[in-house]
């Protein structure tokens, strides 16, 4: 395989594309997404733990957990710009980086606030990552096959969070508990966090192995290795392609920064807002709060910490399946039915969900699901399900494609840290919401479920099948 280098120079002489090159490739970049799914999934078993080992309040256990997310705003906020000046491998090296860092950092911490430190490195990190991986992924794939090779960053994504879950689970079931300690006499939930530098160092090797974006080759006028790649990944008129490139390109300005998002009348351009909204829906519905507080949740409803956790892996693989079939359908049916779809299943069983959790006994402060628990633990399911196979992956590939190249790095950085800040929001208000009544916070997050349908439909154009010089 060609170095980020070479950038595959070595192989101009192939005259097509192979397919299971460019998704090796595509997977490569993907990864990022796994790490993204590991860092922000592996706290959900050591949640109780950490609070319990330095005496944390319910304030400060909460910031530890969502701060990441704050960090992954400000990663995803610059990451564009970075990815714009010196390119996609590099950014995700950084990122490769920031994981690895945040890592030993969380695994060793003394106390709630350096862990709360660590977490925020770590999330600049995902940030990185949630930017680099679509972006590059669009910009490497051919049309026909860019839906579903977009779609395996979210499969990444779902998988990190299956491997963090199982991680968690079965540290748990080695150790008896997440505060029992393990190895060394290292805490359990120690060696949740320091799990991570595995796919850390897997990620930052393997990133040096693929080759540069041959969008940003073009924008850097390496035309002689931009259409090397775009031989080896694309296929065509690998002539006219570049010159489509170029026309794109120009008078772009790689130091306007964030202005070329904006309207000459002042205001962002309309496709950044419906790339921002689509974020904002896409957290909104409250999927994180099954991935970060999901433990916790069944056990506040008389689920063991083990069953819970047992749960949260069912969960998770429930997620993985459905994103499969998502890769089967985003190339064949577009992207705007499986939004549509998606929406619409999920407002029916969060709907179900509010009801369940709104009309439980409360037995000694905690609601008793009762004969109502196998409902409501399938109706969690089949949110998954419905969010597995339509906005988990069709967003990232959304974004990664329906910005035209002049703007895409940036426009991408913006929608993400806008994810990320409705993430963090989502992921803050849980708990005091859920003081409140699980009912009222299913509640909130049916009413946003009803609004993406309606977003969808008045506002989301179908990519499939377009060129990206052929977006606006």
């Given at each position: 395989m060609a170095t980020a280098s070479d950038?595959?120079?070595?192989?101009?002489?192939?005259?097509?594309?192979?397919?299971?090159?460019?998704?090796?490739?595509?997977?490569t970049a993907a990864l990022g997404g796994f790490l993204f799914g590991f860092d922000t999934a592996v706290i959900n078993g050591a949640v109780k733990a950490v609070g319990d080992a330095f005496h944390a309040s319910a304030f400060l256990l909460g910031l530890a957990v969502a701060i990441a997310?704050?960090?992954?705003a400000l990663g995803a906020w610059f990451a564009g710009s970075l990815a714009d000046k010196y390119g996609r491998i590099r950014v995700m090296v950084i990122a490769a980086v920031l994981f690895l860092v945040s890592a030993f950092g969380s695994g060793f911490a003394f106390s709630i606030y350096d862990l709360a430190f660590w977490r925020l490195v770590g999330g600049a990190g995902v940030g990185a990552a949630s930017v680099i991986a679509p972006a590059y992924i669009a910009e490497i794939s051919p049309a026909r096959l860019r839906g579903r090779l977009g779609s395996l960053q979210q499969m990444a994504i779902v998988s990190g969070i299956f491997v963090a879950l199982l991680v968690d689970f079965g540290l748990v079931a080695v150790s008896g508990a997440a505060s029992d300690p393990l190895w060394f006499g290292i805490a359990t939930w120690r060696w949740m966090f320091l799990s991570l530098a595995v796919p850390a160092l897997v990620y930052g090797v393997l990133a040096l192995t693929i080759p540069e974006s041959p969008r940003y080759l073009v924008a850097k006028n390496d035309l002689v290795t931009a259409g090397a790649v775009l031989r080896r990944f694309v296929g065509g008129d690998v002539k006219a392609k570049i010159a489509e490139i170029v026309q794109t390109l120009v008078g772009k300005d790689e130091h306007a920064g964030m202005s070329v998002l904006r309207k000459s009348g002042g205001g962002l351009l309309p496709i950044v807002w419906v790339g921002i909204l689509l974020s904002v829906f896409q957290q909104f519905t409250g999927i994180n709060v099954v991935f970060y507080y999901s433990t916790v949740l069944w056990q506040s409803v008389g689920f063991t910490e083990q069953d819970a956790l047992l749960t949260g892996v069912i969960t998770s693989v429930t997620n993985i399946l459905t994103t499969v079939i998502a890769i089967a359908l985003v190339d064949r049916i577009g992207r705007k039915p499986l939004l549509l779809v998606g929406a619409a299943g999920q407002f029916v069983c969060l709907l179900t969900l509010a009801i369940i959790f709104g009309t439980a006994p409360v037995v000694d402060g905690e609601p008793h699901l009762g004969g109502a628990g196998p409902i409501a633990v399938v109706a969690f399911n089949l949110f998954v399900v419905f969010f597995g196979c339509s906005w988990g992956p069709v967003v990232w590939?959304?974004?990664?494609?329906?910005?035209?190249?002049?703007?895409?790095?940036?426009?991408?950085?913006?929608?993400?840290?806008?994810?990320?800040?409705a993430n963090f929001i989502i992921s803050v208000t849980f708990p005091p919401l859920a003081s409140i009544g699980l009912g009222f916070a299913y509640g909130i997050y049916t009413l946003f479920a009803f609004l993406a349908v309606l977003f969808v439909i008045k506002f989301v154009k179908e990519t499939k099948g377009k060129e990206l010089e052929d977006m606006l």
């Open positions: 950038g595959g120079a070595q192989q101009v002489g192939e005259t097509g594309p192979n397919t299971g090159r460019t998704v090796l490739v595509a997977g997310l704050l960090g992954a590939v959304m974004l990664g494609e329906m910005f035209n190249n002049k703007i895409r790095a940036v426009a991408l950085a913006v929608a993400a840290a806008a994810q990320w800040i």
